[in-house]
């Protein structure tokens, strides 16, 4: 990645949690190192501790600098305020690339930057769903607003960048056939996390990591943990890592069923801290983009089984025997014995570590990030 002429490039997003934290991380890490300018601009009232330290580790890396303000999941009147006080703060850094992650993001980066090109301020503006407005079924009224909000929202757009052919093709379905230019763009992990990680002694059968909220299938996970047992015939052990809204109802669910001592429950920490816990990872998703769980875990060396959601079997492989129906605790509970006990499944189910490795590098996928930006740069240099 060339390091001149330097870009000023400012993420927006709200959630620092999550898979959308960890690309906006990848491509502050690299673009940084290449010589860029970078600025983080997202909500203050989400993240813990653990979000903390992860903020801490790229602050030095932030000469753009990093703005937190409250910006609410759902649409409220708080917007208005979140949109002019990000206006401000945006406007006096002069960026060349305002880069919007999720619906909220989204908002923000196009919103702004559209301001700036009416006052003839050469900004180039990009969306990456993430999933994000796309969970929204297009065929309720909710949903069919939040749609054509999208697509107005394409006027304002110079690239629509998806982390797979899923979500491209998700988007056309629901929003329609794309006006403005888009692009491919697979998520990465760095060359340091492709090393096994050992499970402890004495370590869980499967392990739940992620965010604590229904649609991540939490509860999915605890019920076919319970079917697994069945199945087999005999108690298995299981950790869950993470932390969110509905944290508290899972921990009732496990205590009320008899589990508790045999699904632990654990604060959110590094995954690679996690991975160690098991050496099935589980991700029981009723709805994804691109997770990086099943990145990093199959980086770690890990068997991972998910649910057939989003651009998992990208990963995986269309026909994998690791995807299970997603939401059917009964399918998951069968993939996850025949993972625990037939031999040579590894082997036989997991893809090659060599292609695996090849397709979803961290260093790829920031140079095709940082190529796109300076093409539609080179492209739109009459932006006004």
Known sequence: ?????????????????????????????????????????????????????????????????????????????????????????????????????????????????????????????????????????????????????????????????????????????????????????????????????????????????????????????INAFELAEKMLGRHLSAAMVGDGPDKDTYIRAIRERGLSDRISMNNAMPASSAFSMADIVVVPSRAEAMPYIVLEALAAGKLVLASRVGGIPEILGEQSRALAIPGSAEDLARVMVEARSEAGWRENVMPPPERFRARFSADVMASSMLHLYQDTLTKGSKLS
């Open 1 to 221: 990645m060339t390091a001149s002429p330097p870009l000023r490039i400012i993420h927006c997003f709200r959630s620092p949690v999550g898979g959308i934290f960890r690309h906006v991380r990848d491509l502050v890490e690299a673009h940084s190192k290449a010589g860029h300018q970078i600025g983080i601009l997202c909500d203050s009232s989400t993240g813990g501790a653990h979000e903390e330290a992860l903020f801490d580790r790229i602050k030095p890396k932030l000469e753009l600098g990093l703005m937190r303000l409250p910006i609410q999941r759902s649409v409220s009147p708080g917007d208005l305020l979140a949109l002019y006080n990000s206006y401000k703060h945006i406007k006096s850094l002069q960026p060349d690339v305002l880069h919007g992650h999720g619906a909220k993001g989204g908002v923000l980066a196009r919103l702004i930057g559209s301001v700036l090109r009416v006052n003839r301020y050469r900004v180039a503006r990009f969306y990456s769903p993430h999933g994000g407005s796309l969970h929204y079924d297009e065929k309720r009224i909710f949903g069919k607003a939040v749609m054509h909000l999208e697509r107005v929202q394409e006027h304002f757009t110079d690239s629509v960048v998806f982390v797979c052919d899923y979500e491209r093709r998700v988007y056309e379905q629901k929003v329609g056939r794309l006006r403005a230019p888009s692009k491919v763009i697979y998520n990465g992990i760095g060359d340091s996390e492709f090393a096994p990680i050992a499970t402890v002694p004495n370590g869980a059968d499967f392990l739940y990591i992620g965010m604590m909220r229904d649609l991540k299938g939490p509860d999915v996970f």
